[in-house]
Nanobody
Framework: QVQLVESGGGLVQAGGSLRVSCLAS????????MGWFRQAPGNEREFVAS????????YYADSVKGRFTISRDNGKNTVYLQMNSLKPEDTGVYFC?????????????????????WGQGTQVTVSS
């Protein structure tokens, strides 16, 4: 199983940008679909973005389309989430997640229960 460590969270003003990163260790990173989820206090964990293990197809929640970009660098075992035009409602703990790509080929990448590796999360706070 892959181990994940997020970094790069912080406090930013509305309209600003932030990039969070997730470093993976363990088994072959390139074989994993990677996802970003977030959770605000009192809310359920929600899907933000994902990137497939093969072809690097990307998917985004409607709330972040056009503002966030997910990418991966298999040589560095790292997945990134570039967040632009941030809004106060983007505030939350951002979690990186991994799942074996071939097992879930053709299935939705937005369901958190399909991911079996999670990081500890990094806090992102957007002030108005």
């Amino acid at each position: 199983q892959v181990q994940l460590v997020e970094s790069g969270g912080g406090l930013v003003q509305a309209g600003g940008s932030l990039r969070v990163s997730c470093l993976a260790s363990g088994r072959s990173f390139s074989n994993y679909d990677m996802g970003w989820f977030r959770q605000a206090p009192g809310n359920e964990r929600e899907f933000v973005a994902s990137i497939r293990w093969i072809g690097s197809s990307t998917y985004y929640a409607d709330s972040v389309k056009g503002r966030f970009t997910i990418s991966r660098d298999n040589g560095k075992n790292t997945v990134y989430l570039q967040m632009n035009s941030l809004k106060p409602e983007d505030t939350g703990v951002y979690f990186c997640a991994a799942r074996p790509g071939i097992r879930y080929a053709g299935t939705s990448a937005s369901r958190p229960q399909t991911y079996d590796g999670w990081g500890q999360g990094t806090q992102v706070t957007v002030s108005s």
